[in-house]
């Protein structure tokens, strides 16, 4: 019986595949770029056709470099964005309108009515896009379906057949009630919604679906849905007090407080880790909304060339030279909740160079991050870590880690497996397969040498009150 788990994680910016064996290994590894629209000042919309077609490429392309085939998979674990939206007919699989990403504020001004109406919602959250969505859609009501990517993809997987969603992907879109989990249907007849298009909600792990053989060219379980930003965090571990920053089109911070809900405040809210059985585990997410974002926004305007020249430039001064960078262009998150608020350079001078430009970008991502870990560990009885635990493509750079390490004086700790969200799929689909025991699972949770400030606390607290007294004016 094969014991190979295949691995999507379909992010913001790219969909990853990997083959993962049942030590942690990845046996093949495959990714494809995703392209967004901005159709007008805060709408984000991607073509969910395109995105099944970039997933279909990526697992072929993982399989062949893995030198397997679909028949030699034992199960299958998908994690995705989260909160954004598509709609798509019943019949066809065709997408009935664009995707709107997660990060569109065009449900900005919906959710302030929503709110006065009693229903908490975020900007973000798709419960404030949808009801906009639908009403361009133009088919029968009985041939429309929605969801997040995650169901859209395991729509497509299983050849039409399963319309699921677990409830760590159904958490964010605000559509689930608290404290029984299930669809608010008071929030949905609110909208005018027809209930029948939403998915079934379904355990974090177990049996969710087979795939498909016309599709994926073999009978194969999908045992594992799981939001991307806490697949990552399992990868991390799952014991109280875990915690985590995720940098890749965001910096997501999540600690885990286990079987408690807890709400520190709008700006740092509950999410949910993952349900299973009735096991319910929740931690508190801080986001940081512009971080890979924004520095991709800075190198394509200000010409600093590509990741390698980006890093090059940044490591050839030893400061910003008085620029100070505001990674805010969706938003800014955590711990301010203002979706408003817009990203900004500042202290520009004749003496500041470009190399000055590409470090107040590293810089400016590491305090936001600082003021996202100091805002969570100033609440009551969440005590700090001796080291954070970071993933994801920007802590590929030894620099952006150090600048970090110093900027929020703290031990900074990469995990050792790179693509933590695509293990922590992989975790979950053997969890549900039956294929991983917990002793197999903990060999997993491992870390690189922890990288240590190189300046004191009162420069690096210096520092940072400079930065937002340059940001924030």
């Given amino acids: 019986m094969p014991e190979l788990i295949l691995a999507i994680d379909v992010g913001t910016t790219s969909v990853r595949a990997a083959v993962v064996g049942a030590d942690g290994v990845i046996a093949g590894l495959a990714a494809a770029p995703l392209t967004s629209a901005t159709p007008a000042p805060g709408r984000v919309e991607q073509d969910a056709a395109k995105v099944w077609s970039a997933t279909r490429r990526v697992i072929a392309r993982a399989l062949a470099a893995a030198g397997r085939t679909p028949g030699d998979i034992a199960a299958i674990g998908v994690t995705t964005q989260r909160a954004s939206a598509v709609t798509w007919d019943r019949k066809t699989g065709r997408p009935l309108s664009p995707m709107v990403v997660w990060s569109d504020l065009r449900g900005a001004a919906r959710a302030g009515e929503l709110l006065q109406a009693g229903f908490m919602l975020a900007p973000q959250q798709s419960a404030t896009k949808l009801e906009s969505l639908v009403s361009g859609v133009e088919a029968p009501a009985a041939r429309i379906a929605w969801g997040n990517i995650d169901s859209y993809l395991i729509f497509r997987l299983t050849g039409g057949a399963t319309h699921a969603a677990d409830r760590s992907q159904a958490w964010p879109s605000g559509y689930l009630s608290f404290p029984d989990l299930g669809w608010n249907h008071r929030l949905i007849d609110h909208q005018g919604l027809d209930a029948a298009m939403f998915p079934a909600l379904v355990n974090t792990w177990g049996p969710i679906g087979v795939t498909d053989p016309k599709v994926f060219g073999a009978a194969v379980p999908i045992t594992a849905d799981v939001a991307d930003q806490q697949s990552a965090l399992i990868a991390h571990g799952e014991a109280p007090g875990t915690a985590k920053i995720t940098f890749g089109t965001s910096a997501t911070f999540d600690l885990v407080t286990g079987t408690t809900f807890r709400f520190p405040g709008p700006s740092t809210p509950p999410l949910l880790v993952s349900s299973v059985a009735g096991d319910t585990r929740w931690c508190v997410e801080g986001m940081v909304l512009s971080a890979g974002s924004a520095l991709d926004w800075l190198r394509a305007t200000f010409g600093l060339g590509g990741h390698a020249a980006f890093g090059a430039m940044a490591a050839s001064v030893e400061d910003a030279g008085g620029a100070a960078f505001l990674p805010a262009l969706q938003g800014l998150g955590a711990p301010h909740g203002a979706p408003a608020r817009r990203g900004g350079l500042t202290g520009l001078t004749a003496a500041v160079k470009r190399a000055h430009v590409a470090r107040a970008g590293l810089e400016g991502l590491a305090f936001r991050a600082r003021e996202v870990l100091d805002h969570v560990y100033a609440l009551d009885d969440f005590d700090a870590p001796e080291a954070i635990g970071v993933d994801g493509g920007l802590t ?78």
């Fill in 396 to 473: 590929a750079s030894p620099l952006f880690l150090q600048v970090l390490a110093d900027l929020t004086g703290r031990l900074v700790r990469r995990h050792a497996t790179p693509e933590a969200t695509l293990l922590g799929a992989a975790i979950c689909a053997g969890r549900g397969a039956s294929l991983l025991t917990e002793t197999d699972i903990a060999a997993m949770t491992c870390y690189e040498p922890a990288i240590a400030p190189r300046i004191g606390g009162d420069e690096s607290g210096a520092r940072f009150a400079a930065w937002r007294a340059s940001v924030y004016g």
